[in-house]
């Protein structure tokens, strides 16, 4: 972001990040819809059933389907809502969702770094924009005019800020073996570690899910409480509030809601590839492996970790309200935080980064 | 060019919320405006290259204050024909703060622009211009202010037991779960074969006790 010195030269830049953001909103959400099928797809293996398998070949349109559907319903607003906050809600959620692909890097080759926004406090931008994605859930909650939503939006207020202290504290631990905040630094940090100290070549030994396998267990569970994901879908739990926060929404608000959770959920699958899979870092760094393009390791990383979202999704049952808060009060917060001691001790008096 | 206008837009937004944080009827609309106003304002920390109190802006005050605001204002009935009743006898108070705040700022303006502020700032952090500005913040915070830093985060600390304090209260008879005598349970603990009498009732050996 260097001082622009003519008009021209700014416009030119401003295309430039425009076109780039676009191609990568593009490829994001395209990946998306796929994931989003493969979530149904597995959900229903778990299940024995087939899933979706009518729209195109193994239902593989199945999820543009969806999105055509959801367009040209007729959205319904009801008579007592807050009228501007209620269309602005889901607006709000998909927007902060997206936002927060601005310092994703994908990959890193001789062209440079594959990044829109290489900010050097990348992860405390992360941080910022998916604690704002609570917003859009209370906006809709209380702007719906009603019980169920209200009640729904409470218990999200009260999920996503407590899981995000321990996911700070988690990432903390890993900022602090990288000593930087810069994401494409925290991949890099992850070329050489225990694998290559034992004189390996730069393996998956080396990324920091082995050094820090409890927090990336801690950031795995209070991913899923953050992006209201089962087990912890208190917000939308059918069984005592219907939808939640959603019940009073319909056709393209209520797909912005989905689109933002999802987006969210493959945001921190991201996240948890760049802080603890190495990123686009091959798995072994030799000849057929590193010849992969970057991208195709990251993408195959984030899919596996959303896998573990989705059969997560299949098989564990919904926690109880006061459990939840247990868990993220009493159990991750205490772990998390002296897991911030020990590496620090370990990183100033052991000499180990 | 870009800079300029990305600080205008920011600028006039922050100013524009945060009148609508006063005018605004609904209390909830003017909590969000007021978000809005933390947003621009961080926006302004970018263009000055202090991305690093940016981001905590938007994580600390936006990300949980701005939240627990909005939750209280949802929650409270508020009667706001009596609220807007008190305007008139609040104005000449407010408007007395407002004219000091105006001539604090004035006489800052002033100071700083006879030279009196931009030569205290660079003191702040000597020699570190190569460092990105959290590892700045970073050394000056945890040497040369490491007491202050710790000393504020006593008062919070203090204010945390303070707020656990008054409202704390043990409740007679509720039952609580203990998930770790759950989990140590045997069929040893957890199961008692009795023998029932034809025609007997099973009493418990806990309620036998009695």
Redesign the interface.
Known sequence: MA??S??WD?LI??AINVGLSLALLTGLLIIIAYLLLLDRKVWAAVQMRKGPNVVGPWGLLQSFADLIKFAVKEPVIPAGA?KG?FLLAPLATAVCALAAWAVIPVSENSWGKWVISD???GV??I???S??G??GV??GG?ASNSKYP?MGA?RS?AQM?SY?VSIGFVIITVLLLVGS?NMTEIVRAQADGIGTSAGLPASFLDWHWLVLLPMFVIFFISALAETNRPPFDLVEAESELVAGFMVEYSSTPYLLFMLGEYVAIVTMCALGTILFLGGWLPPVDIAPLNWVPGIVWFILKATFLFFMFAMVKAFVPRYRY??LM?LGWKVFLPLSLLAVVVVAAVVQFGGVT | ???AGFFYLFAVLAIASATMVIVAR?P??AV?FL?LTFFNAAGLFILLGA??LA??L??VY???VA?LF??VV?MLDVDFAELRAGFINNAPVGLLVAGIVLVELIALFVSGAAGGLPSAIPAAAPGTEAL?N?EQIGRVLYTKYVYFFQAAGLVLLVAMVGAIVLTLRHREGVKR?S?AAQNARTPATGLEMVKVASGGAVVPSSEAKR
Request: no cysteine.
């Open positions: 001082e622009q003519t008009l700014s830049w401003l807050n906050v900010l050097n406090v405390l931008y941080l910022a924009i604690s704002l609570v917003y209370i906006m209380w209200f409470l207020a800020v995000e905040l006061d459990q247990r | 060019m870009l800079t609904n909830v609309h969000l978000i991305e690093f981001m905590l938007v994580i936006v990300g949980a939240v909005l939750f949802m990105s959290t779960q998930i």
